[in-house]
């Protein structure tokens, strides 16, 4: 029986496949949003500024972007599924360095062994993304019946839940923080992700998505003209989220009189409502049977009216409105519906450009300018709030967002626009 025959329970290998990676995931993401707010709450108490809650995450994101190109070619190279146990494996060191922080410590040791633990947990967190949304590829294209309509509810359901479990993950890490201690959250997170990690390593076949990876660096950044673009439209995206995100929003309403745990839930909320749209983006945007012709036009749409949401915001910043904290709150909540339903196009877009015999490179490249884009988003996130408050991270945010509508205008429209050379003319 092939992967896209059906099985005795009325599924077939691939969405079984497929609903064993989507949960793996959602048990990392679980523990990776714990692990933000654990970090944040936990350090901004201790008295750290905002430039320095920023640093703490620096190596965080910037190690994501050798962690995906790396990590693209591994999961080619050895299968996706080792690269997903790779990944976990890799969280539990990182959360196991973490929980040996010690209170006697220097402010400076402090700072330095925590920046280190959290670059090895945004290897994992990298790691594991490559290799999950990798995996969607691979299973939609052994179910070939399915077509790319069911590719975009695939990446959309992935996305969207993902990130709403992520929300869930804000709220535990304030939950735990208050009822275990910052070393003892650490230590029950561990614990969930190695039953996670038990269930990935006797549930997907190892040799998933294993295929011949690229001989050369320049065989691997070479990719075609939709990927290319796709990467650099999703550097200004990302960017312009968490310059805002890192530390912006959740410093200034806990200035303007919210509690942890009204900061806390907020953030948690709109996490969850952001992930409920990427799930449901689908509905929102017009299919088109190549399954680019209406899709790229959308991305184009939905990045212009995001870029006019963060300039909205900031005026009523720069005049002082009345009840400023909801004109905040009711914008960013805006900004989220439309950030939701741009990135769940950029996700199923991605895939759609990808080729599935390399697909974990395809993702991992796009991923690397992900992760850069978080990486610039959250050291200006810190800089800009320190320098000019919100109204300078949302001025910040809202020029990333026109360079990434810009960039969108160079996406590829039809099937031979963005098809490699060799795969036009049948050479090798």
Same mark, same amino acid.
């Given at each position: 029986?092939?992967?896209?025959?059906? +099985?005795?329970?009325?599924?077939?290998?691939?969405?079984?496949?497929?609903?064993?990676?989507?949960?793996?995931?959602? $048990?990392?993401?679980?523990?990776? *949003?714990?692990?933000?707010?654990?970090?944040?709450?936990?350090?901004?108490?201790?008295?750290?500024?905002?430039?320095?809650?920023?640093?703490?995450?620096?190596?965080?994101?910037?190690? *994501?972007?050798?962690?995906?190109?790396? !990590? %693209?070619?591994?999961?080619?190279?050895?299968? /996706?599924?080792?690269?997903?146990?790779?990944?976990?494996?890799?969280? /539990?060191?990182?959360?196991?360095?973490?929980?040996?922080?010690?209170?006697?410590?220097?402010?400076?040791?402090?700072?330095?062994?925590?920046?280190?633990?959290?670059?090895?947990?945004?290897?994992?967190?990298?790691?594991?993304?490559?290799?999950?949304?990798?995996?969607?590829? /691979?299973?939609?294209?052994?179910?070939?019946?399915?077509?790319?309509?069911?590719?975009?509810?695939?990446?959309?359901?992935?996305?969207?839940?993902? +990130?709403?479990?992520?929300?869930? $993950?804000?709220?535990?890490? *304030?939950?735990?923080?208050?009822?275990?201690?910052?070393?003892?959250?650490?230590?029950?997170?561990? *614990?969930?992700?190695?039953?996670?990690?038990?269930?990935?390593?006797?549930?997907?076949?190892?040799?998933?998505?294993?295929?011949?990876?690229?001989?050369?660096?320049?065989?691997?950044?070479?990719?075609?003209?939709?990927? +290319?673009?796709?990467?650099?439209?999703?550097?200004?995206?990302?960017?312009?989220?968490?310059?805002?995100?890192?530390?912006? @929003?959740?410093?200034?309403?806990?200035? @303007?009189?919210?509690?942890?745990?009204?900061?806390? $839930?907020?953030? #948690?909320?709109?996490?969850?409502?952001?992930?409920?749209?990427?799930?449901?983006?689908?509905?929102?945007?017009?299919?088109?049977?190549?399954?680019?012709?209406?899709?790229?036009?959308?991305?184009?749409?939905?990045? #212009?009216?995001?870029?006019?949401?963060?300039?909205?915001?900031?005026?009523?910043?720069?005049?002082?409105?009345?009840?400023?904290?909801?004109?905040?709150?009711? !914008?960013?909540?805006?900004? $989220?519906?439309?950030?939701?339903? +741009?990135?769940?196009?950029?996700?199923?877009?991605?895939?759609?450009? #990808?080729?599935?015999?390399?697909?974990?490179?395809?993702? %991992?490249?796009?991923? #690397?300018?992900?992760?850069?884009?978080?990486?610039?988003?959250?050291?200006?996130?810190?800089?800009?709030?320190?320098? %000019?408050?919100?109204?300078?991270?949302?001025?910040?945010?809202?020029?990333?967002?026109?360079?990434?509508?810009?960039?969108?205008?160079?996406?590829?429209?039809?099937?031979?626009?963005?098809?490699?050379?060799?795969?036009?003319? !049948?050479?090798?």
């Amino acid at each position: 029986m092939n992967a896209a025959e059906r +099985n005795d329970g009325g599924i077939t290998a691939a969405e079984r496949q497929y609903g064993i990676v989507t949960a793996a995931y959602w $048990g990392f993401t679980l523990t990776d *949003g714990a692990l933000r707010m654990l970090v944040l709450l936990h350090f901004y108490k201790l008295g750290y500024s905002p430039f320095t809650l920023a640093f703490l995450f620096l190596l965080y994101e910037g190690a *994501g972007v050798l962690a995906n190109l790396i !990590g %693209g070619w591994l999961a080619t190279r050895f299968g /996706i599924a080792r690269m997903l146990t790779v990944g976990l494996v890799t969280q /539990i060191i990182g959360f196991g360095l973490l929980s040996a922080l010690q209170a006697e410590w220097t402010a400076t040791m402090s700072v330095a062994w925590v920046v280190l633990a959290q670059g090895v947990c945004g290897v994992a967190k990298d790691l594991t993304k490559t290799a999950s949304k990798s995996a969607i590829k /691979i299973t939609q294209a052994q179910a070939k019946d399915q077509g790319n309509g069911q590719l975009f509810k695939w990446v959309a359901w992935f996305t969207g839940s993902k +990130n709403a479990m992520k929300g869930f $993950g804000f709220f535990l890490g *304030g939950l735990l923080l208050e009822t275990l201690g910052f070393q003892g959250s650490l230590w029950a997170m561990s *614990g969930l992700l190695a039953l996670v990690l038990i269930g990935v390593v006797t549930s997907l076949p190892p040799m998933m998505g294993k295929s011949k990876p690229s001989g050369s660096a320049k065989e691997l950044f070479a990719k075609n003209a939709g990927i +290319n673009a796709l990467a650099a439209a999703r550097v200004a995206l990302f960017g312009a989220r968490d310059v805002w995100f890192v530390v912006g @929003v959740p410093v200034f309403l806990y200035s @303007v009189g919210w509690t942890f745990t009204m900061v806390g $839930g907020f953030l #948690a909320a709109w996490t969850i409502g952001y992930g409920l749209v990427q799930a449901l983006a689908p509905q929102l945007v017009r299919r088109s049977a190549d399954g680019l012709s209406r899709e790229v036009p959308a991305a184009r749409w939905w990045s #212009a009216v995001l870029t006019l949401i963060p300039l909205g915001i900031a005026a009523a910043l720069w005049l002082q409105a009345p009840q400023l904290q909801w004109w905040v709150v009711g !914008g960013l909540s805006l900004f $989220g519906f439309a950030f939701a339903i +741009n990135s769940s196009v950029h996700s199923y877009l991605v895939l759609a450009y #990808a080729g599935s015999e390399k697909a974990a490179e395809d993702v %991992g490249f796009y991923y #690397a300018a992900n992760a850069l884009g978080r990486f610039m988003g959250t050291l200006l996130s810190g800089l800009l709030y320190q320098w %000019g408050g919100l109204l300078y991270a949302l001025l910040g945010s809202a020029l990333m967002l026109l360079l990434c509508w810009l960039t969108t205008l160079r996406l590829p429209l039809g099937l031979l626009e963005h098809t490699p050379p060799s795969e036009k003319t !049948g050479t090798p």
